[in-house]
């Protein structure tokens, strides 16, 4: 992990021609469409990117991890998604251009000399939101009876993996 903040404005073909790598995080309530969508922005996205060249084809590849503040869509409560994904794209300066991209790539059209990365990493996580969130365990007052029986399960469960109780279990 680093704590170094992305950069944020700069050409991205440029980049791509001498080829970089770029580390870093970047504050979620600071995009603002992703942060509309959410319940809490707090917290960071973190980004490894990687800019490059390979024969007429420049990209930029990366992935992104963020813990988005949700609202689980079963029982209302606020929760986390973690959010990991991976893009490539194939940067062009026209439409034309996307038709010859490798079929893996998806097109990013660059029409400025001067492109927002974050908005770009913005752009992948919207498409990466799931559409309806939930809890991954049964969060709902139906089903409270096995999510009781659940808990109990995990903190039987908690104790058989904690090192004291197996010290215990060593020294009876
Ligand atoms: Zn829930």
Redesign the pocket.
């Known amino acids: 992990m680093t704590a170094t903040l992305l950069p944020e404005h700069f050409d991205f073909i440029q980049k791509a021609k001498i080829g970089c790598e770029i580390n870093g995080l970047w504050p979620i309530g600071q995009l603002d469409r992703l942060a509309d969508l959410l319940l809490d922005e707090t917290g960071e996205l973190q980004a490894e990117v990687s800019f490059g060249q390979e024969g007429p084809l420049r990209y930029v590849i990366g992935k992104v991890t963020a813990e988005l503040g949700l609202t689980?869509?079963?029982?209302?409560?606020p929760?986390k998604y973690p959010l990991h994904i991976e893009f490539k794209l194939g940067l062009i300066t026209n439409e034309q251009q996307a038709e010859k991209l490798p079929a893996d790539f998806e097109p990013l059209l660059v029409d400025d000399e001067n492109m927002s990365l974050p908005a770009v990493l913005e752009d992948e996580i919207l498409l990466a939101m799931p559409l309806v969130a939930?809890?991954d365990?049964d969060?709902?007052d139906y089903l409270q009876t096995q999510k009781d029986q659940q808990q109990q399960d995990a903190e039987k469960q908690q104790e058989k993996e904690n090192p004291f109780s197996v010290l215990k279990d060593l020294l009876k």
């Open positions: 689980c869509q079963r029982c209302m409560q929760m939930m809890h365990y969060c709902s």
